[in-house]
């Protein structure tokens, strides 16, 4: 239904964090020379993307970057039903899920990205816009109809922006020939 494409970080000054977080994780950092930029991953693609914002403290932490002794290990999603939204995630970017026995979901073995999805259980529901989001290739049309929301359709962005069922928003890139 969709591709995976990458991780996306709101940082109040990219260029500054992003060397740090770079030197972290033992990846390239590859500034864009618009004040953005992005580590780079072995097949020559941004892994993660830093986008600057003004005030990434607004932001939630819903969505966080699992990084433990210099290893990323995954991107962490704080969820009320982590078996729903695993199980959605898994059908949407074609991967496998399964449980652990604390009740945290994983999605892996999906095509290109680099760590898997964990969908950790949260009492608190989500409340403002998250500060990590991942980006997909794909059409929103079709993942409305399975169950997204739309928040933005594409026009003056490349991209449309849309929400998963408990509203963590995701970028999604036209399929054409661009974005293959």
Known sequence: MATYRKVCIDVVAPEEEGPVLARSLGLPWQPDGHGEGGLMGPQGRHL?????VPDA?????RVRLDIRSRRWR????????????????????????QADET??????RVRGMPVPLVFEPAEVPKAG??????DVTGDPD??????ATLLQRRGTLAWSVLADPEGNEFCVFPLDRDNR
């Open 48 to 52: 993660v993307w830093l986008n600057a």
């Open 57 to 61: 403290a607004a932001k939630s932490d």
């Open 74 to 97: 995954a991107i962490a999603v704080s969820s009320k039903d982590p078996l729903v939204l695993a199980t959605w995630w898994a059908r949407v970017l074609e991967g496998t899920s």
């Open 103 to 108: 009740g945290t979901w994983e999605v892996a």
């Open 129 to 134: 816009p998250n500060r990590v989001h991942w």
């Open 142 to 147: 079709e993942l409305v109809d399975f169950g």
